[in-house]
T-cell receptor, first 116, second 113 residues
Framework: AQKVTQAQTEISVVEKEDVTLDCVYETRDTTYYLFWYKQPPSGELVFLIRRNSFDEQNEISGRYSWNFQKSTSSFNFTITASQVVDSAVYFCALSGKETSGSRLTFGEGTQLTVNP | DAGVTQSPTHLIKTRGQQVTLRCSPKSGHDTVSWYQQALGQGPQFIFQYYEEEERQRGNFPDRFSGHQFPNYSSELNVNALLLGDSALYLC????????????FGPGTRLLVL
């Protein structure tokens, strides 16, 4: 079975603060894929990033950065200099090649509120 | 390039009724997956369609069924609606390959009274 845990239910920050969203996953697959999605109040899930289990290189894209560590089964997401428009629910998701193909297992989400 | 589209956007039904939700995938995508998202929770996988066949199914009863058409669009049908079926139903499209990114539509909000 696969599992994704987002321990932070809600985070509230003031604009321009940096914020890190935590994600811990469980899978027995040797090849797996990790994703972050953003869900604004409108409801549509917006894709942010995908990483496969063989690519531990961390990346920075504008104000977003990701920290993938297989040793701790974590895939954390950081927003630098947060803005009010970043307010949304953020979901971490996992799919395992051997056991689940492309079906996604989601965490429960982290509600991020950025206050002006 | 149009993204994933879903219809209707909102729907109100009563217990025992049946409902059909529709989804058109992104251009170039051949696979459609459906997810149910209850309020305050993460999306739960219902099933996935490729080449007009159900390829994978999550832990949902047979009341939930689907179909995929030759143009890759898809329908989700729910029979004998229960109050607990009230949720946001999300459709996602992708290419049929493990680990491919799924792109989501705006969802259909279903309320069962």
């Amino acid at each position: 079975a696969q599992k994704v845990t987002q321990a932070q239910t809600e985070i509230s920050v003031v604009e321009k603060e940096d914020v890190t969203l935590d994600c811990v996953y469980e899978t027995r697959d040797t090849t797996y894929y990790l994703f972050w999605y953003k869900q604004p109040p409108s409801g549509e899930l917006v894709f942010l990033i995908r990483r496969n289990s063989f690519d531990e290189q961390n990346e920075i894209s504008g104000r977003y950065s990701w920290n993938f560590q297989k040793s701790t089964s974590s895939f954390n997401f950081t927003i630098t200099a947060s803005q009010v428009v970043d307010s949304a629910v953020y979901f971490c998701a996992l799919s395992g090649k051997e056991t689940s193909g492309s079906r996604l297992t989601f965490g429960e989400g982290t509600q991020l509120t950025v206050n002006p | 390039d149009a993204g994933v589209t879903q219809s209707p956007t909102h729907l109100i039904k009563t217990r025992g009724q049946q409902v059909t939700l529709r989804c058109s995938p992104k251009s170039g995508h051949d696979t459609v997956s459906w997810y149910q998202q209850a309020l305050g929770q993460g999306p739960q996988f219902i099933f996935q369609y490729y080449e007009e066949e159900e390829r994978q199914r999550g832990n949902f009863p047979d009341r939930f069924s689907g179909h995929q058409f030759p143009n890759y669009s898809s329908e989700l049908n729910v029979n004998a609606l229960l109050l607990g079926d009230s949720a946001l139903y999300l459709c996602a499209s992708s290419i049929y390959r493990a680990g491919e990114t799924q792109y989501f539509g705006p969802g259909t909000r279903l309320l069962v009274l």
